[in-house]
């Protein structure tokens, strides 16, 4: 089967030739099949926008190759446009994409682009608002009266409308309160699961990450530096620390507690786990 993304050998260098020269991404391959939920980590700086923003035509490699559903991205320039729709992409701090003089309006831009027709249109704007659990009633308000959660909602919702196969987080939950954030994730996985797509999610929370994605791609300095399931990764916390990253909350609770002499299994990275494992310690009994 043909793979929604494939990278091989991917170079991005910023600034050529300019004493401001940097290597953003050095020789980067991997590739992600239909319907895979993964997680992007990594340190400020490692990479992760820069790897991101090539799955929509927004960046051109300096060198290598990035094809999406099978097409070369740039194999022919003039149609890069159309992979913006095919790779829905949500940007840090989204909000900040709002511009339109109603919710509406802005929703309905990603669809209008795509050439689609006004009833068309309008049967997605209401679907995607449905979807990421706002009210209809704010369609007609100025995207500038909404509340912060409300704001990034209606961002995700405008690229939802697109009901883009491939659909790319950056941060997507940044600056956002525990239960704003669980609820934003829940949505995700909703869309994931209903559009079988494929979903990238960038992120800083080992948390958001352990309880969402069947897979993590681990950057650091351009590089990938560890790529496998969230169980794979997580039982390797001396390598992400190398990174400036560090494994869940209660994976390190686990790991202390197997440092203590507790007989746990330190693969341990969501709460729910958690209550399974310390339950049977106690012989059922939480
Ligand atoms: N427009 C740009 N011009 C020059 N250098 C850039 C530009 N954008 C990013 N860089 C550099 O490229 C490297 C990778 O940056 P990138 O934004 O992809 O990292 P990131 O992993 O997304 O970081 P963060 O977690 O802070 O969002 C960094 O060294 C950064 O300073
Ligand atoms: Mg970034």
Known sequence: MVKSIEVKNLTHVYSAGTPFETTALSDISFSVEKGEFVGIIGHTGSGKSTLIQHFNGLKKPTSGTVMIEGEDVWANPRDVKKFRFRAGMVFQYPEYQLFEET??????????????????????????????????????????????GQKRRAAIAGVIAMRPGILILDEPTAGLDPRGRDDILLHISEYHKKMNATVLLVTHSMEDIAKTVNRITVLSRGKILTDGTPKEVFSEPELLKSAGLSVPQVTRVFLRLRELGAPVDT????????????SALRGGKV
Request: charged share 25%; hydrophobic share 45%.
């Open 103 to 148: 919710v509406f309006l802005d929703i309905a831009f990603g669809p209008k682009n795509m050439g689609l027709k006004q009833s068309e249109i309008e049967e997605r704007v209401l679907e995607a608002v449905e979807f990421v659990g706002l009210s209809p009633d704010i369609l007609e308000k100025s995207p500038f009266d909404l509340s912060g």
């Open 267 to 278: 693969t341990v990275y969501t709460v729910e786990q958690a209550v399974k494992q310390l």
